[in-house]
């Protein structure tokens, strides 16, 4: 078996860090870490949405906003929303809607906002962690958390939570970079986004990784919420 | 998005669910598929393609630049596209919705990732000067399954594209055309998009189909190494996917990808 850079085994995850509360302003916030890679994020709403014809009378609408802050990443990140904050975004709103009910605030928006503090690979599933932390602790009925994760491939062997320098690797068949998210003790996956080159088969043996991987962010997200109402 | 009639989207997922749908097709087989080579002398390799009445018009075009400080062996490859309003009443001038934003950067994936353009053969002067190659897509009319006929297009126009002469000044004559664009050979992405409506998965829908699905999974699929390997994959929409069904799509796409391939072969 192949050695990671930082020593890990395999299908070891970064150390994780969780906290919920970190925005008073905000109705729900959080923090979450994967390793060096650190996301903040905080939801406002349900609050009446502006302008009136976007909004939803069958439920709330909500939006998600991702980016990178310009000195999170070694070459400055020009301020402003790129195309792949764009798209990023959209895919974080799609990852947390189905865990969501919406139902209950008609005519309203969910904002939340995510920014990246510091990056090393997976921002936006560390952002998707957060994201669905403040979420629980702004008292938005869900159905669970949404748990989230980048998996991969470094030539041949299939690995968990890459890291920059894993990922911009190319010995053998490369680097393969798949980002999953999924909803806690269900068999449903939020999130598919891949880059790289990666045998159908061996993406069947991903999605079971993932889940282990994901059983223990929830616990690590379980701990957060109880710790900020204790 | 349009909406759809719940009246229309359950006689669909009825007749998906029976492997059916009103043009005769099973529900993962494609449209024919008509390509078409050089719709402008102007570009360096083009192609338009007919999926069904989906019509796509890829140009690549190559023009001298700078390399990325992080790639100084290489040149640049830069995928971009617009969904014209000359291709659907739905499509508007303005900045890009999120639909045309997504388009060029799944087939920027694909195509990066699978690694058949050999970016390392467009350096012009190492650390100082390469080639970029734009891959601008256009969708002329639009009645679904873009991204899957975007990318049909764009691995045709890359195959006869060449890059144009270029003299001792740097300066360039494109009307002089210099060596093939160099591309690996046998590596081609193909896209796959399931669109998920009940619990059935369909491929190649047409917009009416497209828009009664809520979600959809797009996968970058090439052979290399000896296999298949998928390069990109993107879910869009607010559904879930389960892993039943991912497990359904990877059974699904070696036999698609041979298959399409088979018909390629023929077409390119």
């Known amino acids: 078996m192949a050695k990671r850079s930082d020593g890990r085994k395999a299908t070891e995850m970064r150390p994780m860090i969780a906290k919920v509360g970190v925005i008073p302003n905000a109705d729900g916030s959080a923090l979450f870490a994967f390793g060096k890679t650190i996301a903040i994020a905080a939801v406002y709403g349900p609050r009446l949405l502006h302008p009136q014809h976007m909004q939803d009378p069958a439920g709330a609408v909500l939006r998600c906003n991702y980016d990178l802050l310009s000195f999170s990443v070694s070459d400055r990140k020009k301020p402003g929303p790129s195309r ?51 979420l629980a602790q702004a008292g938005i009925p869900m159905r669970d958390l949404v748990c989230s994760v980048a998996l991969g491939k470094l030539d041949k062997e299939l690995v ?24 806690a003790n269900s068999d449903e996956f939020t999130l598919l986004q891949l880059d790289g080159k990666i045998a159908p088969e061996q993406v069947n043996e991903v999605m079971v990784l993932a889940k282990k991987a994901a059983e223990q962010i929830y616990e690590v997200q379980k701990k957060a919420l109880k710790e900020a109402v204790e | 998005m349009m909406n759809v009639s719940n009246l229309s989207k359950n006689t669909l997922n009825e007749m998906f669910a029976a492997n059916k749908r009103f043009d005769g097709r099973k529900i993962t087989d494609f449209r024919k598929i008509e390509i078409t080579y050089d719709v402008s002398n102007k570009a360096e390799g083009s192609a338009r393609i007919k999926l069904g009445k989906t019509d796509v018009v890829v140009g690549v075009k190559l023009a001298p630049g700078t390399p990325y400080p992080d790639s100084l062996d290489k040149g640049n490859l830069m995928v971009s596209g617009d969904l014209l309003p000359l291709a659907s009443p739905r499509f508007e001038h303005g900045p890009p919705g999120f639909n045309a934003i997504e388009l060029p950067r799944l087939i920027d994936r694909a195509v990066r990732e699978s690694g058949m353009i050999d970016l390392s053969k467009l350096v012009i002067k190492e650390g100082e000067k390469v080639w970029t190659v734009f891959i601008d897509i256009y969708p002329i009319n639009d009645d679904g399954n873009l991204i899957d006929a975007a990318a049909l297009a764009t691995i045709a126009a890359l195959k006869k594209a060449h890059i144009p002469s270029i003299n001792e000044k740097g300066i360039v004559d494109y009307d002089k055309k210099a060596d093939p664009l160099p591309l690996q050979k046998d590596i081609a992405p193909i896209s796959f998009s399931f669109f998920k409506l009940g619990s059935s998965l369909i491929l190649d829908p047409t917009r009416e189909e497209e828009e009664a699905c809520e979600t959809r999974v797009t996968w970058g699929v090439s052979k290399m190494f000896g296999g298949y390997r998928i390069n990109s994959c993107q879910k869009s929409g607010k559904q879930i996917i389960t892993q039943a069904e991912i497990e ?10 041979d298959e399409l391939n088979e018909k390629l072969k023929k077409l390119l």
């Open chain 1, 84 to 134: 792949r904050s764009q798209e990023i975004s959209k895919v974080t709103e799609w990852a947390l809607s189905p865990a969501v009910d919406l139902s209950q605030f008609p005519n309203t928006v969910i904002d939340v906002q995510i920014y990246i503090l510091q990056a090393d690979a997976g921002t936006r599933t560390a952002g998707i962690n957060a994201a669905s932390l403040a």
């Open chain 1, 160 to 183: 968990v939570d890459l890291t920059k320098e894993e990922e911009d690797q190319h010995d053998g068949e490369g680097a393969t970079d798949f980002a999953i998210a999924k909803i």
């Open chain 2, 248 to 257: 359904k799509m990877m059974s699904l796409l070696p036999e698609k990808c």
